[in-house]
């Protein structure tokens, strides 16, 4: 195998502070798909300007999708829906008698509701305050049908957990607002929910968004999130659009399959947030969940992090993480691997570049 590796930076803007680094390696090797001629195929490596993170786009790629990401098959996925809603304990209202309550000191009544949203504590929890959050009545839903409206009741109560358990005990700053949606992102059950976690320390991504946002502020004397919207409104490669105050793009270097990221300059942590942050978050949500299912995707993960609370960080800002995972159908396999779990690095399935042109109508 000849490969021919060199570094190509490519450097935006001459006013941008952010660089976006790239290198590409050129592969050759007689392929038994071309009857043992010479194949020459190119790979491009993107890394995060932030974090360094890495994550490999080779174009040839995209003639194996359907075999990697095989579409969604909506008939399996609606038998599961009907076989798992009877043993469901969020449906029916059957919560009421078979969910935790937090102690009454923490939640009054131990719970929290608003709309069709209910949170409640995780019976196998991971940190000394992890609750779930019931999203909607419905048992199995499809990614076009979170509302805005649903999803904004789920991170209404999330919010109010999150300040409720920061009031009780201020020792405990990290949080983050989590999804899991569907076995093959990792669901235990088919309802959809979201998760919050709070804990004393920040998870290792969040320490690391946290060290590096902090170093680039002391090098530049200015806010690495702010600049990195600024570069990419600018470029518009990526680019999708803007909700009240909050920034919508794709990654660069994604950490997930198709990852959007959307920021709210100025808002460092959760205990700065109102209304008009969550029903952002819950707009931008909604439109980039339509979009995954309008490319016939059905599961996704995100995470949406903040600083400590109760402490102006100048240097960050909220960032959401939104991915999508691999899609239900019978037999599906996993899409992470030793590439992800243990190298750290990611493959790139659609150019974010374009993937953003597919998505940027639901943002016009």
């Keep these: 195998m000849d490969v021919d590796c060199r570094i190509r930076p490519n450097q935006g803007s001459e006013m941008s502070k952010i660089s976006f680094k790239t290198w590409k390696q050129v592969v050759e090797f007689h392929s038994p798909l071309k009857n043992g001629e010479l194949d020459r195929q190119t790979i491009e490596i993107r890394q995060d300007p932030l974090t360094g993170h890495q994550s490999m786009l080779n174009e040839a790629f995209q003639g ?55 949170l409640f504590p995780n019976l196998f929890p991971l ?65 959809p929910h979201l998760q919050v976690i709070g804990s004393p320390m920040p998870s290792t991504h969040l320490r690391l968004l946290l060290e590096n946002s902090l170093a680039y502020q002391r090098d530049k004397d200015s806010c690495y999130w702010t600049d990195l919207i600024e570069t990419e409104k600018q470029s518009g490669q990526r ?70 609370m109760g402490k102006s960080c100048p240097e960050f800002c909220c960032l959401l993480r939104l991915i999508n995972r691999q899609n239900m159908h019978l037999h599906y396999r996993a899409d992470d691997f030793y590439l992800q779990k243990l190298l750290k690095d990611e493959i790139i399935i659609y150019p974010p570049e374009y993937l953003a042109s597919l998505m940027r109508k639901e943002f016009c």
């Design 127 to 191: 940190s000394a305050y992890h609750a779930v959050v019931k999203v909607g009545e419905k048992h199995g839903r499809t990614l076009d049908e979170f509302s805005p409206a649903l999803l904004f009741d789920a991170l209404s109560v999330s919010l109010e957990f999150i300040r409720r358990c920061f009031q009780a005990d201020p020792d405990t700053p990290y949080f983050t607002i989590n999804a899991n949606f569907l076995p093959p992102a990792g669901s235990s059950i088919m309802h």
């Design 64 to 118: 194996k999708i359907a075999f990697a990401f095989p579409e969604t098959d909506y008939e399996y996925l609606r038998r599961r829906m009907d076989e798992t809603r009877e043993q469901c304990f969020m449906c029916d209202g059957k919560w009421r008698a078979t969910s935790p309550r937090y102690p009454e000191r923490l939640l009054p009544g131990g719970r929290l509701e608003k709309g069709e949203a209910v």
């Design 239 to 308: 680019w999708l659009g803007e909700i009240g105050k909050s920034s919508w793009f794709t990654a660069f270097s994604p950490t997930g399959v198709n990852e959007v990221n959307a920021l709210w300059p100025g808002k460092s942590n959760f205990s700065e947030w109102d209304d008009h942050d969550l029903h952002s978050m819950a707009e931008g949500i909604s439109r980039i969940l339509l979009s995954y299912h309008q490319l016939k995707f059905s599961s996704f993960n995100f995470s949406c992090f903040s600083g400590p």
